[in-house]
């Protein structure tokens, strides 16, 4: 099976204007198989609701830990989310486009977009990229991202492999 890979930032993602001054700035892009959904939304939930044990695990520490300094849990998100318009995971969808879909959220310690986009890849394929845009509003939201985002680089590339073992036909 392909291995997701580090790629630069989209170039051509709404979240574009928002790559300067960002305090995590990464992208991560995994080649479909042929057969594989020409639908975004699709793609993305293939990607993030049905997250691996481990990942499920580290989100329910996060959740706990987080909950000690006033900061929403993923569920929590994810509910107020959903009584606004659709979610995907516990993540709310910002916009979408036949080829990206925006998810993220504000809140008081940083504001999180994640932009999961299909686009044709060198070999005349197709490949799935999510990129990730931070913005940190105080100590507490560096503190955060200096602890998740560890985790976030190895989360990222499993969450695109399982879509694309989702996908194969």
């Not at 993305?44 to 929403?72: N, S």
């Amino acid at each position: 099976m392909t291995k997701a890979r580090a790629v630069p930032m989209p170039s051509n993602s709404v979240l574009a204007p928002l790559y300067a001054g960002a305090d995590l700035l990464d992208a991560f892009a995994i080649q479909l198989p042929a057969g594989a959904s020409n639908e975004v939304e699709v793609l993305a939930r293939a990607a993030l609701e049905r997250q691996a044990w481990w990942i499920r695990a580290l989100t329910r520490v996060r959740d706990v830990v987080m909950a000690t300094v006033a900061v929403k849990s993923s569920r929590a998100v994810g509910v107020a989310a959903a009584a606004r318009g659709p979610v995907i995971g516990f993540f709310p969808v910002l916009s979408k486009s036949a080829t990206e879909l925006v998810l993220g959220a504000d809140d008081w310690h940083l504001d999180f977009r994640v932009s999961i986009q299909l686009r044709a890849d060198a070999a005349n394929g197709r490949e799935l990229v999510a990129g990730t845009v931070v913005h940190c509003h105080n100590r507490l939201g560096r503190i955060y991202l200096s602890t998740i985002a560890p985790f976030h680089r190895v989360i990222v590339p499993a969450s695109l492999e399982q879509a694309a073992r989702a996908m194969k036909i």
